[in-house]
C-alpha cells in the first residue's frame, strides 16, 4: 500500500484497514508514513505549512515558530517530503514547502472506518 502523491482516478468505498488485513509490504508502507508523522514537531510543521498564507512556506518562516535550529527543522522537513506529505521547491538560496493533500486524503482514508463502525464486505 503506498499512499499517493498526486490525486486518485477513483476512490474506495472503505478503509484497507476494514476492507481486509494488510499484507507484510503494505504495513511497512503505512508505518513509514506514520512514523513521518508520529512526532509533534513534524505535527506542526505540516499544521504551519497549510495555513501559511498561499498554502506554502519557506523555511525561514518556519524555524522562529518552532523554537528548533535550522538543521533540525530542515531534518524534519526532510522526513515530511521523503514521506510523500510535503513538496519541497528550490528558489535562490530558500526551499518552500508546500502540503500534498492527496497524501494526507489517502492516509485519512486508509485509518477511516465505515459510517456506523460495521465491517461490511459486501458495501466494498
Known amino acids: 500500500m503506498v499512499l499517493p502523491t498526486s490525486p486518485p482516478e477513483t476512490v474506495a468505498c472503505c478503509a484497507p484497514l476494514v476492507r481486509q488485513p494488510l499484507g507484510a509490504a503494505d504495513a511497512v508502507a503505512l508505518a513509514r508514513t506514520l512514523k513521518a508523522v508520529a512526532d509533534p ?11 501559511h498564507d498561499g498554502g506554502e512556506a519557506c523555511v525561514c518562516d518556519l524555524v522562529d515558530a518552532l523554537d528548533l535550529s535550522q538543521p533540525t ?44 463502525g460495521a465491517r461490511s464486505r459486501s458495501a466494498c
Open 41 to 51: 514537531a513534524r505535527l506542526r510543521l505540516l499544521s504551519l505549512v497549510a495555513a
Open 73 to 116: 527543522v530542515s531534518h524534519h522537513l526532510r522526513v515530511l517530503v521523503e514521506a510523500g506529505l510535503l513538496t519541497r521547491e528550490k528558489r535562490g538560496v530558500w526551499a518552500y514547502y508546500a502540503l500534498v493533500p492527496a497524501a494526507l486524503n489517502a492516509l485519512a482514508a486508509v485509518l477511516t472506518a465505515p459510517a456506523g
